[in-house]
Nanobody, 125 residues
Framework: QVQLVESGGGLVQAGDSLRLSCAAS?????MGWFRQVPGKEREFVCV????????YYTDSVKGRFTISKDNAKNTVYLQMNSLNPEDTAVYYC?????????????????????WGQGTQVTVSS
C-alpha cells in the first residue's frame, strides 16, 4: 500500500505561483497530478516517470507548470507559474505502482493505483 501525502495548496492571485508536493511512502513507476472542479470530471495535468524522468503535460498547462522529482525523498513536485482562475481546483497526486506505460496512456486516471487526499488551489482574479 503506497501512501501519498500532498501539500502546498492555497489561495493566490492571478499571475502568482505555487508549488505542490507529493511525498510517497515508497518508489513507484510513475507519479501524476490531476485536478478536479466540483461538477466536472477529473482532469489530467501532468505525469513523470521515476526511472527516466520523462514528463508529459496537458496542453493547458504547458509552459506554465513543471513537474519534477526528488529521488532521495520519494517526492514529486508541481511548480505552477502564471496561475489563472481556470486553474482553481482540488489537485490530486496519483501513483502507478507497476508496469510502465507510454506517457500518453498515463493521462488516464484509471492507470493509477493510489491517490492522495487532494489539496485545494484557488486562484482569484
Amino acid at each position: 500500500q503506497v501512501q501519498l501525502v500532498e501539500s502546498g495548496g492555497g489561495l493566490v492571485q492571478a499571475g502568482d505561483s505555487l508549488r505542490l508536493s507529493c511525498a510517497a511512502s515508497e518508489r513507484t513507476v510513475a507519479m501524476g497530478w490531476f485536478r478536479q472542479v466540483p461538477g466536472k470530471e477529473r482532469e489530467f495535468v501532468c505525469v513523470i516517470t521515476w526511472g527516466g524522468g520523462s514528463t508529459y503535460y496537458t496542453d493547458s498547462v504547458k509552459g506554465r507548470f513543471t513537474i519534477s522529482k526528488d529521488n532521495a525523498k520519494n517526492t514529486v513536485y508541481l511548480q505552477m507559474n502564471s496561475l489563472n482562475p481556470e486553474d482553481t481546483a482540488v489537485y490530486y497526486c496519483a501513483a502507478r505502482s507497476r508496469g510502465l506505460l507510454p506517457r500518453t496512456l498515463l493521462a488516464a486516471g484509471a492507470k493509477y493505483d493510489y491517490w492522495g487526499q487532494g489539496t485545494q488551489v484557488t486562484v482569484s482574479s
